[in-house]
């Protein structure tokens, strides 16, 4: 089984509703990206596209949003799609990346 490792600006210019990172992203997650069969990220593209989502939801700067946590958890809480998906993939590469490694 073959996997697709997805980066962080795919998928956040995918949330800017860039339609080239669009194609590709629905493209690899629809399985129609030949000998592809897994699409995966890392825990690095979790939290980098978490980040990157709240600033823009916020407005904030990061040393504004150290100040306020109260603010991110909020964000967070409307982030409920996003993070699924993310959790998705990135459970995804942690099995597929034991199971390759472990051997």
């Known amino acids: 089984m073959s996997s697709a490792f997805i980066d962080s600006n795919v998928i956040i210019r995918y949330y800017a509703g860039d339609l080239a990172a669009k194609r590709v992203l629905e493209s690899v997650l629809s399985g129609e990206t030949i000998g592809y069969i897994n699409s995966v990220i890392n825990s690095v593209v979790f939290s980098e596209v ?3 989502l709240i600033k823009l939801l ?3 700067r990061a ?3 150290k100040k306020k946590p109260e603010r991110v958890r909020e964000t ?3 982030l409920d799609k996003q993070i699924t998906f993310l959790r998705h993939t990135s459970q995804r590469y942690t099995s597929v990346s034991y199971t390759q490694y472990s051997r």
């Open 50 to 52: 978490l980040f990157v």
């Open 58 to 60: 916020t407005g904030m």
């Open 63 to 65: 040393y504004e949003l």
């Open 76 to 78: 967070l809480r409307g």
